[in-house]
């Protein structure tokens, strides 16, 4: 039976899984700092540059037989290629949504993400949810409808990121290569497209990498770590801490973005869009609630089951060495007679 981690391991993976979502929770601070960029060169630069740092930590730590493994598995190197496509389009309508004053609307996204996953599980997968589960997605539903009439519109942002997120993850689970190669692999499927969009934007005179100083190009080329260096803390978290609080802790990313856009980006926030976003809220308590209930009733089953196999399982006899001697001795006596 594995033993649980130790104290400090566990306080190791709880402090890179606050790490991980601080810093994506955060990260609508650092998108409106690359102006006058637009959200494609922002966009392609990310993907460059997001491939260099981590093909060099992979470089460093010596991690590449995976690459030839990959190249030699077309349906493989498929699915890794779709991956790219979908969160290239989740990168981008992020970027475009924080620099357009979008913030709120984009936290919306990660908020029901949970909830576009479970509903593309039934979908995709024909996974049967349990009431309480029924329950949250018909109160998403809810939410939205609610949130389009206070936007006076589908909050497209919201939907569009959330699906998107939602299919990459299921995209991630049939590819099944480490955080790390999975990065580097999805930035080398990026990273053409991305170079030929900004030297199109350089013949064309409106790259601002070369025009707007060099710390704004350093600006740019940082896009890079503040993709993967996120990536990294939660790949530690993720090892080290139960799933059940990683699925806690991923809440912490949108509530950050939604107290930037209402505290600091100030954004408005009408009556019916609190009453979309309470709605949304009301769900994720009752996936929690679930979710939490459903792990304590795994664990005690568990622990019952293995309490009863070794109540179960006969004892070993204690056998002396006289003991031995005499029970070999009767053996040889009833083999003779």
Not at 14 to 37: D, E, I, S, T
Not at 59 to 73: F, H, N, Q
Not at 204 to 215: L, V
Not at 319 to 330: D, H, M, N
């Amino acid at each position: 039976m594995p033993q649980p981690a130790p104290r400090n391991e566990n306080r190791i993976g709880l402090l890179n899984g606050f790490a991980a979502y601080g810093m994506w929770g955060l990260v609508p601070l650092f998108w409106p700092l690359m102006k006058p960029a637009g959200a494609v060169e922002i966009l392609a630069h990310r993907m460059i540059w997001s491939l260099v740092l981590v093909g060099l930590i992979l470089l460093v730590i010596r991690r590449w037989a995976w690459a030839g493994e990959l190249m030699r598995r077309p349906r493989k190197l498929a699915l890794v290629t779709l991956a790219a496509t979908v969160i290239t389009v989740n990168w981008g309508v992020y970027i475009w949504s924080v620099n357009a004053g979008h913030v709120v609307e984009a936290s919306l996204g990660y908020f029901i993400n949970p909830l576009v996953t479970i509903a593309l599980g039934v979908v995709l997968l024909k996974e049967r949810l349990r009431p309480v589960q029924w329950t949250a997605v018909g109160v998403g539903l809810a939410a939205v409808v609610v949130l389009a009439v206070g936007y006076g519109r589908l909050p497209w942002i919201s939907l569009t990121l959330a699906f998107s997120f939602a299919a990459y993850g299921l995209v991630k689970k049939k590819v099944n290569i480490g955080g790390l190669e999975s990065m580097a692999a999805e930035t080398a499927v990026q990273f053409l497209p991305a170079l030929a969009y900004l030297l199109w934007l350089g013949s064309q005179g409106r790259s601002t990498f070369g025009t707007e100083g060099a710390g704004h190009a350093a600006l740019l080329a940082a896009t890079g770590v503040v993709t993967a260096v996120p990536l990294i803390c939660f790949g530690a978290a993720a090892i080290r801490v139960p799933l059940s609080t990683l699925g806690l802790l991923q809440y912490l990313a949108p509530v950050f973005q939604f107290g930037l856009g209402v505290l600091y980006f100030h954004e408005a926030m009408p009556p019916e869009r609190w009453a979309g976003f309470a709605l949304v809220w009301l769900a994720l308590s009752l996936l929690t609630w679930d979710a939490l209930r459903t792990a304590r009733r795994s664990a005690r089953a568990l622990r019952a089951a293995a309490a009863a196999a070794v109540a179960a399982a006969p004892a070993d006899p204690v056998v002396l060495p006289e003991q031995g001697v005499r029970t070999e001795a009767v053996r040889s006596q009833e083999r003779t007679s």
